[in-house]
Each structure stands twice: as C-alpha cells, then as structure tokens.
C-alpha cells in the first residue's frame, strides 16, 4: 500500500501545457478537445473524491481561497490507495467493476456510464481542473499565464465533424487484448500530440445535442443509459 497526494491523472498525464486545458488539443477559436476518451483512471478519480472533492467542496475551496500558491496537502490531505482486483472478461461481456479498477486498463476508455454521468464528470473536471491551476501556480504572474477559467462539457456532433475535418480519423488501431474490441488510447499521450484519436466505429460518444456520435464495434442502438459500447470525451471552452 503506498500513500499519495491527490495529483489527477490528466494532471499526471499532461501536467501544464501553457494555455491548452489538461489532456486536451486545441480544435477552434477557444476550444480544446480531449486527445481521446476519458480513461477508466481519470473517472476512478471522480468516483473516489465525490466525498471530499464533490463539485459543490471544489466550488467552495475556489471561491475561499487564493487563485495561486494553494497548497495541495492542506486542502485535500493522504489517503491509501485502494487494492485492486484482478480483471476479468466474461463470455464477451466486460464484467464492468473489474475493468474500471484493474491497472493494466487503466488508460482504457471508460464505459458503462450513463449520460448524466458524463455530464457530472465535465463539470467536476472544470472545478478540479481550477484548482489544480490555483495549486501549480506559485505566483500570482504564473496563474496569470493560465487561462481564467475553463468548462469542460460534452462536445457537440458539430465540434466532433470538425474535429474529424481538421484530424482525420485514426489509422492502424486494432484491438489486442483479452478479446476487448478497443484500447489504451491515452497511453503513449503523455507529450503533447498534434491529432485527436477519432476512431470509427469503435465506441459510441455521448454528445451534448443528441445521444451519441459514431456507431459502435456491436451496432448496438444507442443508449442513454450506461452500457459497454459507449463512452464519452469532454471539450473545454477557455476564457482568457
């Protein structure tokens, strides 16, 4: 067991980028678009600080405390990290709380969640994301450099075209693993890349103005509730 700071995985994975938003390629104007699906580690995070880190605690600690030079221990303190059962994959199906803990996938996309949870994920990203500024930045001139505020959402069908008209879609992907018909497509993303990972009909994607966007590796008809062939991205809007 090994003790450890609260230091988010798209934090880990990206650190700060100058003004692109963790994890994210800029795409448009003030958009920046996740490199590839939110991972079973980035939402593990989420579900593990929903106590004392819920959005509203994030909201409360932003708005009581300086924009810079926060420190990390003082706010959010140490905790063990939890032991984590093998994974197991189960006449075809992803037996869902196994591949959601299991290290070896997790850069993994995140699936059976619904909607509404990928919805709750953006917003408590945006505040997590603020407060990670707010604890990098030792000076007030280093929060300056960063952007003021950033919101994480659900992109739209009309931002993901884009994103395919400007990236193009991925090549030479194939699924390699324990028969699961997607990858890792965070791992290796850890430096700053210059194209999205867009992969056709692949994983569905929870969008903001309709269900999904992209068919899926079963042609399964979409699904606003959680299931195993859909998963979801955020992009970021950041005001200067």
């Known amino acids: 067991m090994k003790l450890f700071i609260l230091l988010f995985s798209f934090f880990i994975s990206f650190g700060l980028q100058g003004q692109n938003p963790p994890g994210t390629i800029y795409l448009s104007d003030n958009l920046y678009l996740d490199v590839a ?12 600080y929903q106590e004392k880190l819920s959005e509203k605690k994030l909201d409360s600690i932003l708005e009581n405390s300086n924009s810079f030079g926060l420190n990390a221990e003082s706010i959010i303190g ?25 290290p070896k996938f997790q850069y993994f996309p995140v699936i059976s969640v619904s909607k509404s949870e990928a919805i709750s994920y953006c917003k408590w990203r945006s505040k997590a994301v603020m ?41 030479g992907i194939k699924s390699n693993i324990e028969g699961i018909p997607f990858l890792a ?48 991205r955020c992009i970021c809007e950041v005001t200067e």
């Open 37 to 48: 699906p939110v991972d079973n580690l980035m939402f593990r995070e989420y579900l593990r």
């Open 131 to 171: 407060l990670n500024y707010a604890m990098k930045s030792k000076t007030e001139e280093e929060r300056q450099s960063l952007p003021k505020l950033v919101t994480y959402r659900l992109p739209t069908s009309q931002e993901l075209e884009m994103a395919v008209d400007n990236f193009g879609y991925s090549k």
């Open 78 to 102: 140490k905790r063990e990290i939890d032991t984590i059962n093998q994974l197991v994959w189960i006449e075809s199906t992803i037996k869902k709380d196994y591949y959601l803990e299991h």
């Open 185 to 232: 497509y965070r791992k290796g993303n850890k430096k700053k890349k210059k194209k999205v990972i867009l992969i056709k009909d692949n994983l569905s994607e929870f969008i903001s103005n309709g269900l999904v966007y992209w068919t899926n590796w079963g042609n399964h008809k979409p699904l606003e509730d959680a299931n195993d062939f859909t998963t979801f």
